[in-house]
């Protein structure tokens, strides 16, 4: 049962952090968008419409999400350099739109979709989430999306249908990190059909109430916030039914390292490092790590789907 | 007019050691101007695992650097850069120390049941810890006192630094997660380094190597 109170407010209604630690940005931005106002056609891209009505969920923590510059310049996105502060830099001029999304394997609605008709007139949510990575650190972040299972149901999926298979963009040209191969593109991730219809796992398209930034996974990623970070594909192309589980790109990289379920869990360390603490991002400087929670913190929602399992052989 | 002869010396001492020195210190600078966000210079999202890396990265720096001096001075016969090498040595000594110093205070906040389980059971950790150990006497033995006392031996012990180095660099290579492209360029910088000397010794075994 969950037992937890409704905040009032969405986080995007505060100040935002954005905007409170960047006045001089913000005044920058304020003359631009009036000089823009000014001129007969409107230079400026709206937000898109599916953003414009957003609520919050019982499903978000009450806990002090991290600064928008925190969370878009910290990032692990290898299609766009394997540093983390190269994403913010490498992702700047790619352009998401048109974003076609493909449907296939074990269902009965199958194809090519345009996300933008995906996402038209679709309920957004607020999720306030901690995101735990795989090394050791974490974050807390206000995304918006909606639960992948509600999109999933769309395409009626099959009995055959047990897992669910993601798929990134695959193109160099406009993903420079896939030039050098340090993984194997394009960046695949798969769940477990329960996994991918629980109702914490959304599906984001945006961050702090606005578009989500590139160098976070736009158009579309997923987010399940019990598992390591990395199972949280980013600009997903493909979506497959499948009635054999998928491999994972960082199972399949380092399989004695990574596993397919990649449930946050302190009892079981990486073989390099300890899961048993996390440093959180933004904390300050003489701030202890603390405690990493079993799976994540979600544990009451997510446990069961795990019951009788040996968590230390499926990490 | 009379044109004064240069005094090398006085030049070596006056004004290239305070420079070499004053190029060491840049990147601690550059740190604790990030640490107090000043002059634009900035730690990012995770300072501390940018203070963590940066000052590991230039303890390996230094030592690479330290290395590169034997076999400078033999090609280009500058003697004189030996006069460097001490203080570059001691450089790498610094950055290493400030590495075990920011991993033990502020990445684990100096909770010794982890600092002990990770020296124990994570092989990168227990690298990086030998080789700090392996450099602390050369460091401690790096006076001229020293120097003049351990005659002989003190050639032998410092040769540490061959081995201190291999593990260093294997410790970073363990360290990275996935891309291992930044740490291969430094075991082959080393690997270079290290092969001309086993080289010189194995087939120019009559000409020894200067040692300062």
């Not at chain 1, 990134?168 to 993903?175: A, E, G, V």
């Not at chain 2, 550059?30 to 963590?52: D, H, R, T």
Request: aromatic share 12%.
């Amino acid at each position: 049962m969950l037992i937890k109170k409704k905040p009032d407010i969405l986080s995007s209604e505060i100040t935002d952090s954005r905007l409170y630690f960047g006045r001089r940005r913000f005044m920058r931005e304020a003359a631009t968008l009036a000089l823009a106002a000014s001129l007969p056609t409107r230079l400026l891209a709206d937000k898109p419409g599916w953003l414009n009505n957003i609520t919050p969920s019982d499903f978000s923590t009450g806990e002090q999400p991290n600064s928008y510059s925190d969370i878009t310049t910290y990032n692990n996105y290898y299609e766009f350099g394997t540093g983390k502060d190269q994403p913010q830099h490498e992702a700047k001029d790619f352009n998401p739109w048109p974003w076609t999304l493909k449907i296939s394997g074990e269902a009965e609605k199958t194809g090519t979709y345009n996300l933008e008709d995906i996402l038209a007139g679709r309920a957004m949510e607020e999720r306030i989430y901690r995101l735990r990575c795989v090394e050791a650190w974490s974050m807390v972040i206000p995304w918006v999306g909606f639960p992948l299972g509600e999109l999933l149901k769309e395409f009626l999926p099959t009995s055959r249908a047990k897992f669910v298979e993601f798929v990134t963009l695959n193109d160099p040209s406009r993903m420079p990190g896939q030039k050098a191969r340090v993984l194997e593109w394009p960046y695949r991730e798969g769940l477990r059909i329960d996994e991918a219809m629980h109702p914490l796992t959304i599906l984001a398209t945006g961050l702090y109430g606005e578009a989500l930034p590139n160098q976070n996974g736009a158009p579309l990623r997923l987010v399940i916030p019990w598992k390591y970070g990395f199972k949280s594909i980013k600009a997903i192309t493909e979506i497959r039914f499948r009635e054999t589980a998928p491999n994972n790109s960082w199972r399949k990289s380092a399989p004695g390292e990574y596993g397919f379920y990649a449930n946050v869990n302190p009892e079981v360390d990486h073989p390099r490092w300890s899961q048993a603490r996390e440093r959180r991002i933004g904390a300050g400087i003489f701030t202890p790590k603390q405690d990493t929670l079993m799976f994540n913190g979600y544990a009451d929602q997510v446990a069961s789907l795990y019951a009788g399992m040996d968590l230390r052989r499926n990490f | 007019m009379w044109l004064k002869p240069v005094n090398t010396l006085l030049l070596r001492r006056r004004l290239i050691k305070p420079l070499v020195f004053a190029l060491c210190c840049l990147p601690f600078a550059g740190l604790a101007l990030g640490a107090f966000g000043m002059a634009g210079f900035s730690l990012g999202a995770n300072p501390v695992e940018m203070l963590l890396h940066s000052c590991g990265k230039w303890g390996l720096n230094l030592l690479l650097i330290t290395l590169c001096v034997t076999p400078l001075a033999h090609f280009s016969g500058w003697r004189a850069l030996f006069a460097y090498r001490r203080m570059l040595g001691l450089f790498a000594f610094f950055y290493a120390c400030l590495h075990l110093t920011i991993y033990l205070v502020l990445d684990q906040s100096l909770l010794w049941s982890a600092v002990i389980e990770d020296v124990l059971e994570r092989p990168y950790i227990t690298l990086g810890f030998s080789a700090w150990l392996m450099l602390l006497p050369l460091a401690l033995t790096s006076t001229k006192g020293m120097i003049r006392r351990l005659g002989q031996r003190w050639i032998q012990l410092h040769r540490l630094i061959y081995p201190a180095s291999i593990l260093v660099a294997w410790h970073f290579y363990w360290q990275v997660k996935q891309d291992v492209r930044e740490p291969l360029y430094y075991v082959a910088a080393l690997a270079l380094l290290l092969g001309w000397r086993l080289y010189r010794q194995r087939v120019r075994a009559r000409e020894p190597l200067i040692y300062s």
